[in-house]
């Protein structure tokens, strides 16, 4: 396993795909997740020769968990300290959901080191309704029991339809969260902390430069729509997709929708950087 040490904090990292090469595809994970929930996205791009940084923020799985609130200025400057300690000079951003956030505070503070930047049922403010949820997910992680974790997390992730057809599978993902270790709930607190006290940044989102695809699952109760529209109404050079009968957790329920879209919004990133240069040449 690979560790980039931060002034004494160690964040896990994967480079997978081609290595060498100079187009790097950058995850960004959601809050509860680690490198390899991104792992069934990955491979479309590392088969087609991209090199792909994996990593979990501080307070994720696999990374380390210092006490307190963090910050997504935090995160982005410790994101862009990875990318420097593997002499990666650019990226094409991904995030879903927290990683979108951090994504979209990297491209705010990073400009000239993001090539695109693709956001996936996340927000740049919070209301109410998302303050409660997050205060019970805190309430849940704080009881140290992962069963209930888990049940209480389930209707803000999932989409009606796909509860109600998955009861089972659920049930026993339930059960196989409980014994999850107490480390990891420690992380999970500082995490949710800090979305719900520093994740406002709509302020910043006109600030935002690169190409940047926004995508939401339509009925994502948690991250509702209407968020989405705001970051797509913001950011100048932005376009937005809504994915029909999908909740919170697009990047599981709708895998092959997103690698179509993500790759061809990528694609065609690279496409107008090069008709661009060749402009310039001539």
Not at 274 to 282: A, K, R, V
Request: proline share 3%; hydrophobic share 40%; net charge negative.
């Amino acid at each position: 396993m690979s560790y980039c040490d931060l002034d004494g904090i160690k964040l896990f990292y994967e480079v997978r795909g081609n290595v060498n090469s100079k187009n790097t595809i950058l995850f960004l994970n959601g809050v509860m997740a680690s490198t390899k929930s991104w792992y069934g996205l990955s491979k479309i791009f590392e088969g087609l020769g991209f090199k792909v940084v994996l990593h979990d923020f501080k307070g994720q799985l696999k990374s380390d968990k210092p006490e307190g609130e963090y910050t997504f200025h935090d995160h982005a400057r410790e994101t862009m300290r990875l990318l420097e300690h593997l002499n990666i000079e650019k990226a094409h951003l991904i995030g879903t959901s927290y990683g979108g956030e951090v994504g979209m505070k990297f491209a705010a503070l990073y400009p000239e080191s993001t090539l695109s930047l693709s956001i996936i049922d996340s927000v740049s403010e919070t209301d109410s309704i998302m303050v409660y949820l997050i205060d019970n997910w805190i309430s849940a992680a704080e009881s140290g029991d992962g069963e209930k974790f888990f049940n209480v997390l389930v209707p803000s992730l999932y989409s009606t339809d796909f509860i109600e057809k998955n009861r089972e599978f659920l049930k026993e993902r339930a059960k196989a969260t409980k014994n999850i270790s107490p480390e990891y709930f420690t992380g999970q607190v500082s995490l949710y902390q800090t979305f719900k006290n520093d994740v406002y940044m709509t302020d910043i989102l006109k600030s935002i430069k690169s190409p940047t695809l926004v995508i939401c699952g339509e009925e994502d109760v948690l991250k509702r729509p209407s968020f989405s529209k705001l970051l797509h109404e913001n950011i100048q050079n932005s376009e937005y997709v809504l994915l029909p009968g999908c909740g919170h957790v697009a990047i599981f329920k709708k895998p092959n929708e997103l690698n179509s879209l993500l790759l061809g919004f990528i694609l065609k990133t690279m496409a107008k950087e090069t008709t661009n240069l060749i402009s310039i040449m001539n």
